[in-house]
Every structure is written in C-alpha cells, then in structure tokens.
C-alpha cells in the first residue's frame, strides 16, 4: 500500500470536497491517502519544500511551484464573486491605502498576488493567519486587510468597511472567473498516477454532492465559523462547477493570472506544462 499524503485547508470548502476520499468512502487501489489539515499559506510554505505529495496551494504559490508540481483539474477553488476583499475600519479608497500596512493572509497566497496586480504601492505588508486579519484591523494595528474564506460573511458584523473586491476587479478586467487555489500533485508520481488521483478528487466531490449531510461534522469540526448558515454559504461559493473539473475557462483563467504575474516579475517563468494528466 503506498501512502500519500494530502494536504488541505480546515475551511468548509476543503472539508466537504476532500471528506468522502478520506473518510474511505472514495477508493484508489494500492493507495492510502493521509490528509494534512493547515492554512492555506502553510500549505504553501509545505509545498517549496515539497513535503506533501498532493496539496491544496494558492494560485500565486503555483507560480513558484511548476518545477516539482502539477496542477489537477478537479478540487480548485475558482469562480465568480468569490474573490478577496480589501476592508478597513474607517472609510477609504485604493489609494489612500498606498504606502500604508496592509495585513495578507501569506505572501504566496492569491490575495497578495491580486493585491500586488492591482497596482504599484501596496507592498507595505504585514503577513497574518486569515483569522487574524480582521481583529487587527479593528484594533489598528494595520489600516487595512486583506480577507479570505469566512471572513467574507461576516466582516461587517465587526464594523469593517468593503474598499475594494479584488475578485471583482479581476473580472471586470480579465473577462474570467477568478483562480483562488488549486490541487498539486508531485510530477515525480508520474502521470498514471496523477490521473488516479485526479479522478479520485473528483469522485470525492461527486460524492459528498450525493451525501451533503455526511460530511457536516467533519466540517464543523474545523470550521472557524460554526454558523451553518455561515458554512453553507460558504461552501456555496467556493465549490462550483470549476471544483469539479477546471475546463477550458478555468484553464484559460488560470494561465492568465500567471502570465500577469511573469510579467510584473512577481513569479519565475516557467515552461513545463500545467497538467500531467
């Protein structure tokens, strides 16, 4: 039996896409997949130093990743009116925030790399856990953040302003849906594999489709929010129709966020191909 080992996020969109494959309910002959639950920017951090086999990443940290990994098309989170949004405690626009501290959930996480995109002066950054963004900015101690996940629903409950939904902003400019993260498995698992692997995701998905409620423990379990409402709203947005397969508009979405980010220097090119399988 050779053991993998599969890293995720503890956010609901995560846990209700990977339950079934880890919870035995999706089978790979010959495989074991041992799950690995961190923020999205440890996961990040794990995957330059190529530590987990398969793994959830942000899509700017793939920019730094095409050498030793390959992109899945089932198990991302891309889509619509779900991008990050840049809030503050006290009426702003975009420019007043220039030169001023910005808290990111992670240098290499999709929010910073839009941040960075947008335009030239944000780069004054303090890097935070996700769930720890807000507080600060309440507190003061940055005049701004960058916020993802749960903290998109509830942000106004603690006073904070919207100055701008990078998401938006990217489909406004880019005609595409937004690429927040994806799946990676390890080329040196060779594409057989990685196709195994693929479908499995897929048929993980597919699967807590058909049995929403069997994976709710296991994503409360987790979750910063223990709202259901909050949980279904979010798993709502971030799981579509790109998690199950990324397709030609996801594919196209994807090599543009990475093309912008070659251009502005802010990742190495690459030429090996996205996929393997």
Request: overall charge negative; glycine content about 10%; hydrophobic content about 40%.
């Amino acid at each position: 039996m050779k053991i993998l080992t599969l890293g995720y996020s503890p956010c609901p969109n995560d846990t209700f896409i990977f339950h079934a494959l880890v919870h035995g309910h999706v089978a790979i002959p010959g495989v074991q997949i041992r799950e690995r639950l961190e923020d999205v920017e440890t996961l990040n951090q794990l995957a330059r130093n190529a530590v987990l086999d398969l793994t959830k990443i942000s899509y700017h940290a793939l920019g730094h990743l095409r050498e030793n990994y390959a992109l899945l098309r089932s198990g991302g989170a891309l889509g619509r009116g779900c991008g990050p949004l840049v809030i503050a405690a006290e009426p702003a626009n975009m420019d007043d925030l220039r030169g001023k501290r910005i808290a990111i959930p992670g240098l290499l996480t999709t929010a910073n790399l839009l941040l960075q995109l947008y335009g030239e002066g944000f780069d004054n950054v303090v890097v935070m856990r996700f769930d720890q963004i807000m507080p600060a900015v309440c507190s003061g101690e940055v005049d701004a953040g960058v916020i993802i996940h749960e903290s998109r629903f509830t942000y106004a409950k603690h006073g904070l302003r919207k100055i701008l939904d990078l998401g938006d902003w990217w489909e406004k400019t880019s005609g595409l849906p937004i690429p927040l993260g994806g799946i990676l498995a390890r080329r040196d698992l060779g594409p057989e594999l990685i196709g195994k692997l693929d479908q499995a995701v897929h048929d993980s998905l597919v699967y807590a489709y058909a049995h929403p409620g069997e994976a709710r423990s296991y994503i409360r379990q987790h979750a910063q929010e223990l709202e259901d409402e909050v949980i279904d709203n979010h798993i709502e947005l971030y799981v579509n129709d790109f998690s199950l397969n990324l397709g030609c508009e996801g594919e196209q979405a994807v090599s543009e966020i990475l093309g912008r980010a070659e251009a502005r220097g802010l990742i190495p090119a690459c030429t090996l191909p996205l996929f393997l399988s």
